[in-house]
Every structure is written in C-alpha cells, then in structure tokens.
C-alpha cells in the first residue's frame, strides 16, 4: 500500500489543530454568546470575542459581561500603570509611560476625596447612581476618576468635562 503524502500531510494537520483548539478552549474560559451566555470567573471580563480577562481588551469596548477594571489587577505600588505596565490600572496620582524613573513620586491627586462617592469609588444605574465627589466623573465602566479616560468623549456617563468648543473664524 502506498501512501499519499498530501493527504497524510493534511490530515495530520487537521489533527494538530483540532488538539490545538481542544487544549485552548479546555484551558481559557469562554463567556458571553459565544458560550450561551456564561460569565467569567473571579469577576473577569468578558471581551468581544468571549474570552475572559482583565485588561482593556476585554473590559474595554465590546466587553459583554462584568465590564470594568478588574479587581485582580490593583493598581501598583509605584503608581505606574498602563499598557507598559502590565496594563495596571492607573488611579489618582498615576505615572504612566516608560520613561519615568523608578524612584519618581507619584503626582499629586488634583482633588482630595470629600463627597458623597462610594468608597469602592463606583457609580452609574447599577450602583444606584450615586455621584463621584467633585471634579470626579463618571465612566461608561461605572467608576469613579478624574482623567481624560473617565472625563471625557464617549467613555464619560456622567459629570463629565465640558467639550472643547470648536474655533470660530470670521467670516471671509
């Protein structure tokens, strides 16, 4: 009996990537439509695509389910955060970007807490619209913070920054 290489090639294949995708799905979570709904475990996000995790790619845009930044990514002891920092959170004070010294202090919080925010710093329908403190605004994530992210364009729920008016020119 004489093998077809071609074939034998293409069936193998076939295999390794139906274990591939066994062993994929086995090993991250499914949520959201694609898995009839599921949540994700410990609080995770749910992206787009219905995976689980805790970065903006799966709680940013798209996300499905239990939106937000994720409980199990504090943010860090030296205040960086961001995409070149283990995409930590960044809170009030934060440093973000590569070019920081490690000893750098963190920048000071433009607004001392002293208003009626919730501790766990939420907000928004499901956190029974309670406001952020002032100068704080509401995200479309329902947290609380005082950044571009939180304060302005469509990611801002609720006492968010004014836009920037447009110029106006005189006429020609």
Known sequence: ???NIPVVLIFFSLFCVSVWFGIVSAVIPRCGTSASGALCPNNLC???YGFCGSTHKYCGVGCQSQCGPSP???ERPDHRCGPNFGESPCGEGSIRGPYFPPMSPPCPSPIPPSGPERPDHRCGPLFGD????PG???SIFEYCGSTPEYCQGETCRSQCWAPTPSPTYPPS
């Open 46 to 48: 749910c992206s787009s």
């Open 130 to 133: 309670i406001p952020c403190n």
């Open 136 to 138: 704080r605004c509401c």
């Open 1 to 3: 009996m004489k093998l």
């Open 72 to 74: 199990l990514s504090p």
